[in-house]
């Protein structure tokens, strides 16, 4: 049994060698008891907490005293101090007392959780409140944890590329943009020689990292004309429905379930954007409907929430199973799928791997290969954290309220994704910090454990544009994410590989014709060269920094909406 024990300095892991029932009684002692002496030591001096003589004449507590989270480096760390109350009498400091104070922990309690009377918090991981540690860091995530203990030997790595190689087309990652490219490719001409090439395991980036949720995506950040944005918002609610019918007729067991998606607005700047979102939908074709926190709780129980939307063009898959079996139909229409094959340069006509060189009259990168040197368009990488519980109770869902293959998304600058799998698991995702509010959000959960936590790293544009275009010239083909959380959904990226096949075949479709269409790079990129700004640092602070004015004030940031604006937010 594996403790992890959250000390005044850092965060320390022990063994117990004992089973939770038998925890000594000396870690359940409530706060009245007498400190140890580990408590009464010195702490790290906070800020506003200066020792020195008082001003005259003030008795009393210290005015600038702080109690609570610790600020400063411990605080971009993770960790928690202890924040003790300077008592001053007279011109002398006495001694101090230990409270507790506010503190922000990083995920939710156990059942097993404790806590110490010098203000530690110690929790387990085991079978109760989480998996054990594994040296298999694909077992951290909820999705390959699930394959894996059903069959371990379910998802077998493919061989890596043999030595140099030619083919029609070859594409650059093996995530869901990719393989729906070569799975439309062979579909229209199932003479075409495609080659998928990845640098790790199929499923193991960011399309299995997901939170499964499939929507209809949100309206384009850049204005457009009202008949292409119509036509754009057609696309994209078709696309959902034809994730569900390629399912069906590959026979790719994916979970697949519409479920709708609602937005949830908890302060006043949000209900403002989810007003005119409603208002504006019936121009777009969309069906978008305004409810009131009443009516909100009908899809879930969330709280504080003034106002809400619902909209149906939105379902739920497993990302692992559909990126596998996607991968698996692929190599049944005659594609070849190469793992563990890294790309080291990307040219027109030519991808050079660490495996040999693939030349091809087309090549495409698509996600995570668009940092690869050579790249069509510039690209950041954004950090995104999720986490899954364990299977909840009947009467927990009931209190939350919340149906399967619902889709949840808190609106705010940097949005909390919440969906309920097929097993009663919930799972949530954001921006690093942003899961930490699943417990505001739903109290129901205060008392559930976390049993899978993990990361992943989202690409997109970095003017923040969703594109997918094809330099005929050079023969190079992208498709670049872009938006709020920058994670489309496998239904946008079904519409992207749809968009990419009919570019490299030549087909005059409706498609190539939508708004987000390119027919060249970025001006002012020049392929080859990499492009490093540090534009998703810079945006995530911004949309932290609009989130805490949203909350605290109840209005919109303007500093920080400029900051957004120019950072393709």
């Known amino acids: 049994m594996y403790w992890l024990t959250r000390t005044p300095n850092r965060l320390a892991g022990t063994m117990c060698p004992t089973s939770c029932s038998a925890i000594d009684a000396s870690s359940t002692t409530t706060n009245t008891s007498t400190p140890t002496s580990a408590s009464t030591a010195p702490p790290p001096r906070l800020r506003g907490t200066a020792a020195g003589p008082p001003r005259a004449g003030a008795t009393g507590p210290s005015p600038v005293a702080r109690t609570g989270y610790a600020r400063g480096r411990h605080r971009r760390r993770g960790t928690w101090e202890r924040a003790e109350r300077s008592t001053r009498t007279a011109g002398r400091r006495t001694a101090t007392t230990p409270v507790t104070g506010r503190r922000r922990r990083p995920w939710w309690p156990g059942r097993c959780a404790t806590r110490h009377s010098d203000g530690r918090y110690v929790g387990s991981v085991h079978?109760?409140?989480?998996?054990?540690?594994?040296?298999?860091?694909?077992?951290?995530?909820?999705?390959?944890?699930?394959?894996?203990?059903?069959?371990?030997?379910?998802?077998?790595?493919?061989?890596?590329?043999?030595?140099?190689?030619?083919?029609?087309?070859?594409?650059?990652?093996?995530?869901?943009?990719?393989?729906?490219?070569?799975?439309?490719?062979?579909?229209?001409?199932p003479s075409l020689d495609v080659l998928?090439?990845?640098?790790?395991?199929?499923?193991?980036?960011?399309a299995g990292r997901s939170t499964g949720a499939a929507p209809a995506g949100r309206p384009a950040a850049v204005a457009h004309a009202p008949a292409a944005e119509r036509?754009?918002?057609?696309?994209?609610?078709?696309?959902?429905?034809?994730?569900?019918?390629?399912?069906?007729?590959?026979?790719?067991?994916?979970?697949?379930?519409?479920?709708?998606?609602?937005?949830?607005?908890?302060?006043?700047?949000?209900?403002?954007?989810?007003?005119?979102?409603?208002?504006?939908?019936?121009?777009?074709?969309d069906e978008v409907h305004l409810l009131d926190p009443v009516a909100a709780g009908r899809y879930v129980h969330?709280?504080?929430?003034?106002?809400?939307?619902?909209?149906?063009?939105?379902?739920?898959?497993?990302?692992?199973?559909?990126?596998?079996?996607?991968?698996?139909?692929?190599?049944?229409?005659?594609?070849?799928?190469?793992?563990?094959?890294?790309?080291?340069?990307?040219?027109?006509?030519?991808?050079?791997?660490?495996q040999g060189t693939?030349?091809?009259?087309?090549?495409?990168?698509?996600?995570?290969?668009?940092?690869?040197?050579?790249?069509?368009?510039?690209?950041?990488?954004?950090?995104?954290?999720?986490?899954?519980?364990?299977?909840?109770?009947?009467?927990?869902?009931?209190?939350?309220?919340?149906?399967?293959?619902?889709?949840?998304?808190?609106?705010?600058?940097r949005p909390l994704t919440l969906v309920r799998t097929a097993d009663d698991r919930l799972v949530a995702g954001g921006a690093p910090g942003v899961p930490e509010r699943v417990p505001q959000l739903l109290p129901a959960l205060h008392d559930h454990a976390v049993r899978h936590?993990?990361?992943?790293?989202?690409?997109?544009?970095?003017?923040?544009r969703r594109t997918v275009g094809l330099d005929r010239g050079t023969g190079l083909a992208w498709s670049v994410g872009g938006g709020p959380d920058g994670h489309d959904g496998a239904a946008v990226t079904n519409l992207a590989g749809?968009?990419?096949?009919?570019?490299?075949?030549?087909?005059?479709?409706?498609?190539?014709?939508?708004?987000?269409?390119?027919?060249?790079?970025?001006?002012?990129?020049?392929?080859?060269?990499r492009t490093a700004v540090p534009r998703a640092a810079v945006r995530g602070a911004a949309a932290a920094w609009a989130d805490r004015v949203e909350e605290r004030r109840g209005r919109t940031s303007a500093p920080a909406e400029r900051v957004l604006d120019a950072t393709g937010g």
Do not use: C, K
Request: no cysteine; net charge negative; proline share 8%.
């Open 196 to 206: 998928v090439v990845d640098a790790g395991r199929s499923g193991a980036g960011t």
């Open 231 to 285: 036509e754009l918002r057609a696309a994209l609610r078709d696309s959902v429905v034809e994730l569900g019918g390629v399912l069906a007729a590959e026979e790719i067991d994916a979970g697949f379930l519409y479920g709708g998606l609602v937005r949830l607005a908890r302060t006043g700047p949000a209900v403002d954007r989810l007003a005119a979102d409603a208002a504006a939908a019936p121009q777009r074709g």
């Open 358 to 413: 693939v030349r091809a009259r087309h090549v495409v990168v698509t996600g995570g290969a668009l940092a690869v040197p050579g790249s069509p368009v510039p690209v950041v990488r954004r950090p995104v954290r999720l986490l899954a519980t364990g299977a909840l109770p009947g009467d927990v869902w009931d209190a939350l309220g919340l149906r399967t293959g619902v889709t949840v998304v808190e609106d705010r600058n």
């Open 127 to 189: 079978d109760h409140d989480g998996p054990a540690p594994t040296t298999d860091p694909l077992r951290r995530v909820l999705w390959w944890d699930r394959l894996l203990a059903d069959d371990p030997g379910a998802a077998p790595p493919r061989p890596p590329l043999d030595g140099d190689t030619t083919a029609d087309v070859v594409v650059v990652g093996a995530g869901l943009t990719g393989l729906w490219a070569a799975y439309y490719l062979l579909d229209a001409d």
């Open 453 to 464: 936590t993990w990361d992943a790293a989202v690409t997109t544009a970095a003017d923040g």
């Open 302 to 354: 969330a709280d504080g929430v003034l106002a809400a939307t619902w909209t149906p063009d939105a379902a739920h898959v497993d990302p692992l199973r559909l990126v596998r079996g996607l991968a698996h139909v692929v190599e049944l229409r005659g594609g070849r799928v190469a793992e563990h094959t890294r790309a080291l340069r990307v040219a027109p006509r030519a991808v050079v791997t660490d």
């Open 498 to 529: 749809r968009v990419l096949a009919d570019l490299l075949t030549g087909t005059e479709s409706p498609l190539v014709g939508l708004p987000w269409v390119a027919t060249a790079p970025a001006a002012g990129h020049r392929p080859g060269v």
